[in-house]
């Protein structure tokens, strides 16, 4: 059932809430981006030390395994469904209780996911198999041997993930969303000197190196999330008794959020058997392009989400249903005008903006062409990514959990069908692969927002399709800024030197941004005057 109609609060305390979720957004998206910087950093330096071909393709597949789990149990199952569940149980009894919850999920965790590390360890040589059927025998090795260090990742970066929903429902925001940085920056660092320490010349036997660094990641990532939990008043203690209601809650929701949470995720894994027969060097090819995709969906889709998701489990809790309707329209709108011109930017600039970050060392103009091919498809579902963030959490927080289960399914089977159709029968590749990705999150997003609109009543359709009208022309003014800016300054980018080259690109890129951004003011899209009036008091208050 929808959530029960509440009188609306008075205007000055809903002006009040939208400034401090916003606030909070702005805080959790610089945070990602960061992290996205740093996560950036690190596969250019490992692209730069072992290439894009065997190497890297072996070590993607065994990062990958794990790093599935992570977004089906960690971040997206189980900590998508413990905020929804704590924060209701803080709502509606008191913080107490709410502790009590987190000490036997935390429990309940670290038993389940240590076992799992197990059979992972063991069962290697069969998943390698599974998920990459094309690997030869001697690429085959290296991905279980790498497999079985990193497995453990998925233990650590689980109760980080755990700790962080804590937090997320304490609104505390800036300290978990910074701690992926300190994963990159544990990987990069301990990975480096080891892998050097294992072979000076970086070649296979380094890549261990890297393997043993995504574990000392993973356990900072943990670590420096601790104090922060403290200060709140928490304090870990083992409770073994499972047999609980608000564990039953978080585990009922964990059920069916397991796949649709994570479909994005699970089809990225299911191209990675598609990718493995085409070859040395796509399945990485593909990677550096969906780290570049997901830079803006971390920085606005992520954050946008993470915020939302304690606001519309509170708002359902309590029956706002005007609050929750006008607060989950609003981030949706948010999250378009923030990834549609960073969709056409990727797609005009894909080549140089990957020359620039990745063509060093090994990682050449070859490279670096085949994975702008990708990029610019994956850029066609960027904003189903983003706005698909919040709009599953919202039909979490209404404890429509089935429904996103539901039309993961059909997702699942439409991205194995056009795998089939664009990779085979047109003979596509691994852009291909990253076309049907995009197609699938589209598709995902359109359909759970009609449900949604049908099971609401009214998602001010009128005010998101008035945005996307204006998007539209402050889009294209962009598109042409880009596009003259790169024919003018960036025709030579696969020979031109490193400096100029980036020179060009951000001048290049500030142009078109701020070209955007004008048109945008002046077609009177009211979140950019929000987004300009708050730059300017914060320049004030400075």
């Not at 059909?410 to 692969?433: C, D, S, Y």
Request: hydrophobic share 55%.
């Amino acid at each position: 059932m929808p959530p029960r109609q509440t009188p609306a609060a008075a205007p000055g305390a809903e002006t009040r809430a939208e400034r401090l979720n916003t606030r909070a957004a702005g805080v959790v998206g610089l945070a990602v981006l960061c992290s996205r910087v740093l996560g950036l950093a690190r596969e250019q330096i490992f692209a730069a030390l072992f290439g894009g071909g065997r190497v890297m393709d072996a070590f993607t597949i065994a990062f990958r395994i794990p790093n599935l789990l992570r977004d089906l149990f960690a971040e997206g199952a189980l900590s998508t469904a413990f905020v929804t569940v704590f924060s209701k149980t803080a709502a509606l009894s008191d913080a107490a209780a709410a502790w009590r919850l987190a000490n036997k999920i935390a429990t309940l965790t670290a038993v389940v996911l240590s076992l799992l590390s197990i059979v992972g360890i063991l069962s290697a040589p069969w998943l390698v198999a599974a998920l990459a059927p094309g690997f030869d025998p001697a690429k085959a090795a290296l991905t279980v041997a790498l497999t079985r260090v990193m497995y453990p990742f998925i233990l650590l970066v689980s109760l980080a993930a755990l700790v962080m929903g804590m937090l997320n429902a304490r609104n505390v925001f800036g300290v978990p969303a910074m701690a992926s940085s300190f994963f990159n920056l544990g990987s990069i660092i301990a990975g480096v000197l080891l892998g050097y320490w294992l072979d000076p010349h970086f070649g296979t036997r380094a890549i261990f190196g890297l393997a043993i660094g995504t574990l000392v990641g993973g356990a900072l990532q943990l670590c420096v999330q601790l104090p922060a939990l403290a200060r709140e008043g928490y304090r870990y203690r083992a409770d073994f008794h499972w047999r609980d209601p608000g564990v039953r809650s978080v585990l009922a929701l964990m059920g069916p959020s397991v796949i649709a949470a994570s479909t994005t995720q699970v089809n990225v894994l299911v191209n990675s058997v598609f990718a493995s027969e085409l070859g040395d060097g796509p399945t990485f090819w593909l990677t550096v392009a969906f780290r570049l995709m997901q830079l803006p969906l971390g920085i606005f889709g992520v954050a946008l989400g993470t915020v939302a998701l304690p606001l519309l489990a509170r708002m359902a809790a309590t029956g706002n249903l005007e609050a929750f309707r006008s607060e989950l329209s609003r981030g949706m709108r948010l999250a378009f005008l923030m990834t549609i011109p960073a969709s056409v930017g990727l797609i005009v600039l894909a080549e140089p903006i990957i020359s620039v970050l990745y063509q060093h060392g090994r990682f050449g103009a070859h490279e670096t062409a085949e994975s702008a091919g990708a990029l610019r498809f994956y850029a066609l579902g960027l904003c189903g990514y983003a706005a698909l963030k919040i709009l599953v959490n919202a039909f979490y927080a209404i404890d429509r959990r089935k429904t996103p289960m539901v039309v993961s399914f059909i997702a699942v089977a439409l991205n194995l069908v056009l795998n089939i159709i664009f990779t085979r029968a047109l003979g596509w590749g691994h852009r291909g692969l990253a076309f049907s990705t995009a197609c699938v999150a589209s598709s995902n997003f359109l359909i759970l927002y009609f449900l949604m609109r049908a099971h609401l009543g009214a998602l001010e359709s009128r005010a998101m399709a008035r945005l996307l009208g204006k998007l539209a022309i402050a889009c294209s003014v962009l598109f042409v800024l880009a596009w003259g800016g790169g024919q003018w300054l960036l025709s030579d980018w696969a020979t031109q030197a490193f400096w100029p080259k980036c020179a060009s690109l951000l001048l290049v890129i500030g142009a078109a941004g701020a070209g955007f951004v004008a048109c945008a003011h002046a077609l009177g899209i009211a979140e950019v005057q929000e987004i300009l009036a708050a730059v300017r008091r914060r320049l004030r208050r400075a």
